[in-house]
């Protein structure tokens, strides 16, 4: 059964440095999109992405945050210069059609600490 | 806003006892709800979902029904086993644009003990 997949599992990394965290969706797949979850708090949305644009993003996805489809493939996610808040697991996901009643795809998560 | 407030954790129970996970929302709009879980180690997963009132979820033994009364799409299982063993999370997803976000509740950690 085809799934999303994450890497890397877990980015270590100093406070100011870029991250890019790296999600290869299922391949028939149309909406994408990134979630997070800082410890003990709730999954929150931050961006969903279709047709090589930014659909909807939150107030979390400021000026530091871009998304990019670089390949047809992969679905990346960059932090340009990484803060002590940002640390957290980020979720990709993706859906073959984006109405509201269709069912999201997960993947395993990349869990991000900013020292 | 929307909002999904999950009944607190941890939750833990013997095998075979019954579960009951209370989520309730608040949606402008007309919202679809899920239910996910995730296992140790990983990505959420949709257990089951209902698209409009007193719809009925269903899946691996788990139920939950849309109440647009009560704005509830409460979580049960007759008999939970230690594979059930993981945290759930209550979702909705709204009509706003073409690609619809989910909201996500806090989630609630089951222990299903042998």
């Known amino acids: 059964e085809p799934e999303v997949t994450q890497t890397p599992s877990h980015q270590v990394t100093q406070m100011g440095q870029e991250v890019i965290l790296r999600c290869v969706p299922i391949?028939?797949?149309?909406?994408f999109y990134w979630y997070r979850q800082i410890l003990g708090q709730k999954v929150e949305f931050l961006v969903s992405f279709y047709n090589n644009e930014i659909s909807e993003k939150s107030e979390i996805f400021d000026d530091q945050f871009s998304v990019e489809r670089p390949d047809g493939s992969n679905f990346t996610l960059k932090i340009r210069s990484t803060k002590l808040e940002d640390s957290a697991m980020y979720f990709c996901?993706?859906?073959?059609?984006?109405?509201?009643?269709?069912?999201?795809?997960f993947g395993p998560g990349t869990r991000l600490t900013v020292l | 806003g929307n909002s999904v407030t999950q009944m607190e954790g941890p939750v833990t129970l013997s095998e075979e006892a019954f579960l009951t996970i209370n989520c309730t929302y608040t949606?402008?709009?007309?919202?679809?709800l899920f239910w996910y879980v995730q296992y140790p180690g990983e990505g959420l997963q949709l257990l089951l979902k209902?698209?409009?009132?007193?719809d009925k979820g269903s899946n691996k033994g788990f139920e939950a029904t849309y109440r647009k009364e009560t704005t509830s799409f409460h979580l049960e299982k007759g008999s939970v086993q230690v594979s059930d063993s993981a945290v759930y999370f209550c979702?909705?997803?709204?009509?706003?644009?073409?690609?619809?976000?989910?909201?996500f509740g806090s989630g609630t950690q089951l222990t299903v003990l042998p």
């Open positions: 391949s028939n797949h149309l909406y």
């Open positions: 996901a993706g859906a073959q059609v984006g109405g509201r009643g269709n069912e999201q795809f």
């Open positions: 979702a909705l997803s709204v009509s706003s644009g073409s690609a619809r976000q989910l909201t």
């Open positions: 949606a402008t709009g007309y919202p679809s």
């Open positions: 209902a698209t409009k009132a007193d």
